[in-house]
């Protein structure tokens, strides 16, 4: 990865801090109008997705409808492999980076994201959770931006590290990114994937963890500690990077650790209240925001319209 100079260092900070600040709008925006969602997910992690898609990955151009098409009737409930969701990503192509989503109750995040960078429209993501779109509330493999069905239990970094051996084996120059929650940490197959990568010399896979340090049981450490996590995957033989999860900066340098012969992961620290504090009264328990009296979601509307918009310099 090569060293930009300082005044492109600047424009592509304020880019990608632009859409992370968007990121956290739409979101917030959604949370607002359907009396719940996802935002402590925004919060945390809007710079990451904000850093790989503007900055870090390199994807092919999305060939995708920017209104993504419904399920039709008669499949419903049935596997139809025609819808594939990475299609918003770009085709596979050897020369294009892939993405791989773990948690799929990120997936809103992931559809405001690609509504910023202009990979979905805003009609499009009206679409979200409705019957018979593929817009879904937990993301599936013809969703929007997805390329596989996980859930929050680490089967994706399992398939992005057999698709980045694959790649490898084939010498592409694509690269493999991922993206954890920490709550992924608990899992065995997330270890055993781990493993597996580092046994095999997986070097064209990075893997971003948002650490948020809470999960829908409350917090991390009072369900089960993983800490400390940089030393435990330096043991497994990955290399091994904690920094600021809202430094867009700081989150993209880990790139230029790629082709050493080992993984990659990228401990991203995060804060799951980022820019909005309401939330701070609702901790430990920040999994799904909703609104427990009309009194409360007056609160959010009037920060959200009277602080939040001014300090991401949004119109609402």
């Not at 739409?26 to 935002?39: C, D, P």
């Not at 993504?68 to 409930?77: E, F, L, S």
């Not at 990659?264 to 609702?282: D, S, W």
Request: charged share 25%; hydrophobic share 40%; glycine share 8%.
């Amino acid at each position: 990865m090569n060293s930009p100079d300082v005044t492109e260092t600047m424009d592509w900070r304020v880019r990608t801090s632009q859409v992370a600040n968007g990121i956290r709008r739409r979101v917030f925006e959604h949370v607002l109008e359907n009396n719940g969602g996802y935002l402590s997910q925004a919060c945390s992690a809007a710079e990451i997705f904000a850093t790989l898609y503007t900055r870090v990955m390199n994807l092919a151009e999305s060939n995708a409808p920017l209104i993504p098409i419904d399920i039709p009737p008669q499949y419903a409930g049935k596997k139809v492999v025609s819808f594939r969701g990475a299609e918003y990503n770009g085709p596979i192509s050897p020369e294009y980076d892939r993405f791989f989503l773990s948690p799929g109750h990120y997936a809103l995040v992931l559809y405001a994201t690609l509504v910023e960078v202009g990979r979905l429209s805003e009609e499009g993501l009206k679409k979200f959770n409705k019957d018979g779109s593929t817009v879904e509330m937990i993301g599936a493999d013809h969703s929007p931006g997805f390329e596989v069905m996980s859930g929050s239990l680490a089967q994706a970094l399992s398939v992005a590290g057999g698709v980045a051996l694959a790649r490898k084996i084939k010498k592409e120059s694509g690269k493999v990114w991922v993206l954890l929650s920490d709550g992924e940490m608990q899992e065995g197959q997330t270890w055993e994937a781990i493993a597996a990568l580092s046994f095999y010399k997986i070097d064209n896979l990075a893997v971003y963890v948002d650490v948020n340090g809470h999960q829908c049981d409350g917090k991390m450490n009072r369900v089960m500690e993983v800490e400390p996590l940089k030393a435990r995957l330096e043991s497994f033989g990955a290399i091994a990077e904690a920094v600021d999860g809202h430094d867009v900066e700081a989150l993209a340098r880990p790139a230029q650790y790629l082709s050493q012969g080992k993984p990659v992961f990228v401990l991203a620290y995060t804060n799951p209240c980022q820019g909005i504090p309401l939330l701070e009264a609702r901790k430990p328990f920040l999994h799904y925001v909703r609104f427990k009296s009309q009194e409360e979601r007056l609160s959010y509307e009037h920060y959200f319209r009277e602080v939040f918009a001014a300090k991401t310099n949004e119109r609402v």
